[in-house]
């Protein structure tokens, strides 16, 4: 599968952006799909992650109760809606796909097989 991440920009603290991943090829619906980010300086680190039917979802804590994770199976595409953005959530955010993940391990990008480009957030103060 071949993803392909888009929806960043530059926006205000208190801001809000959306994030879309397309994902190419068949049975989209049978991959768990993560959102991670990397900051200038710093490691990756996991941001939010659905299940393939959508029925279950994990958060970073420091973006719990402001970003939200969907996916759309007909259409192939997973979003980040993320608002109230402050300037530490600046970084370049990742999609990844999995079939191998399971609820404990939904949060370790080694267990992801597939990511995207990368698309990049900078929130200004």
């Known amino acids: 599968v071949q993803l392909q991440a888009s929806g960043g920009g530059l926006v205000q603290a208190g801001g809000s952006l959306r994030l879309s991943c397309a994902a190419s090829g068949r049975s989209f619906s049978r991959y768990t799909m993560g959102w991670f980010r990397q900051a200038p300086g710093k490691e990756r680190e996991f941001v939010a992650a659905?299940?393939?039917?959508?029925?279950?979802?994990a958060y970073a804590d420091s973006v719990k109760g402001r970003f939200t994770i969907s996916r759309d199976n007909g259409k192939g595409t997973v979003f980040l809606q993320m608002n109230s953005l402050k300037p530490e959530d600046t970084a370049v955010y990742y999609c990844?796909?999995?079939?191998?993940?399971?609820?404990?391990?939904?949060?370790?990008?080694?267990?992801?097989?597939?990511w995207g480009q990368g698309t990049l957030v900078t929130v200004s103060s």
């Open positions: 990844a796909a999995s079939q191998r993940v399971i609820v404990s391990t939904m949060r370790s990008g080694n267990h992801y097989d597939y």
């Open positions: 659905i299940k393939g039917n959508g029925g279950g979802t």
